[in-house]
């Protein structure tokens, strides 16, 4: 006996148009780990047919990967892992977005800027998931060093959700009112915060972009089926 997966493009499509709908048409997608395992290529080539024009990935292999098959210059490909030592020529050549977790990878990025490479990047703070980004006593040193953000042309200012799935959780507030707070100090930049789950919270979380990344298969990261507007998503898989 043979058992055969069934994955339909066309709901996580239709699934990334109504997150993308809620998100006041500001989703990016989030197809890290191979897509979450559905398929990394497949899945970004129906949803740029859709309107996505900007993917995150976990690693600089995935975009390496990914950059090769979208060679469009008008997708964006930002990498969660950041700035590694050793990886700057390969986000120069592929034009990859580095994510800047901390003060050493800022420090690396401002090197290689100072040598005439012209990139974007994105900044990454921790305000509470306590998982990547920059950390409290970092941020500390950013608010009273500023010219250290000066030399970068910034793409977003971001920071990760830790209960969205709890709509009540008064953490989510905290969360957001620190990165608008901490916004003030980069004038007119993009702020990305909203996941999946951070997307049901209402319009005032989405800001500049969301991430949707499990929510492209219809459920939260508990498996529950996702409901927008009255309307469920669609599970795009079936095994037979």
């Known amino acids: 006996m043979q058992a055969i997966l069934d994955i339909s493009l066309k709901d996580i499509k239709s699934n990334w148009v109504a997150l993308n709908n809620a998100s006041n048409g500001k989703a990016a997608a989030v197809i890290k780990a191979n897509s979450y395992g559905v398929g990394m290529i497949k899945v970004a080539k129906t949803l740029m047919k859709a309107g996505c024009n900007y993917?995150?990935?976990?690693?600089?292999?995935?975009?390496?990967?990914?950059?090769?098959?979208?060679?469009?210059?008008?997708?964006?490909?930002?990498?969660?892992?950041?700035?590694?030592?050793?990886?700057?020529?390969?986000?120069v050549k592929y034009k990859l977005t580095p994510i800047i977790n901390n003060l050493d990878q800022l420090i690396r990025l401002k090197k290689l800027i100072s040598q005439g490479c012209k990139i974007k990047a994105i900044l990454n703070i921790d305000t509470g998931m306590n998982?990547?980004?920059?950390?409290?006593?970092?941020?500390?040193?950013?608010?009273?060093?500023?010219?250290?953000?000066?030399?970068?042309?910034?793409?977003?200012?971001?920071?990760?959700?830790?209960?969205?799935?709890?709509?009540?959780?008064?953490?989510?507030?905290?969360?957001?009112d620190k990165i608008l707070q901490f916004s003030k100090i980069i004038p007119n930049i993009?702020?990305?915060?909203?996941n999946s789950g951070g997307i049901m919270l209402g319009s005032r979380f989405c800001l500049d972009q969301t991430r949707p990344g499990i929510g492209l298969y219809g459920i939260d990261n508990y498996g529950n089926n996702i409901e927008l507007n009255s309307k469920s998503l669609k599970f795009p898989l079936s095994l037979h």
Do not use: C, P
């Open 55 to 91: 993917f995150y990935v976990a690693n600089l292999n995935e975009g390496i990967q990914l950059r090769e098959e979208l060679k469009s210059k008008d997708i964006k490909i930002a990498i969660f892992e950041g700035f590694l030592k050793g990886s700057e020529q390969s986000y």
């Open 131 to 176: 998982r990547l980004g920059f950390s409290q006593s970092e941020i500390s040193l950013l608010l009273t060093n500023k010219e250290l953000l000066k030399f970068v042309e910034w793409d977003f200012v971001m920071s990760h959700l830790a209960n969205a799935h709890e709509m009540n959780n008064k953490e989510n507030i905290k969360q957001l």
């Open 190 to 194: 993009k702020l990305s915060l909203a």
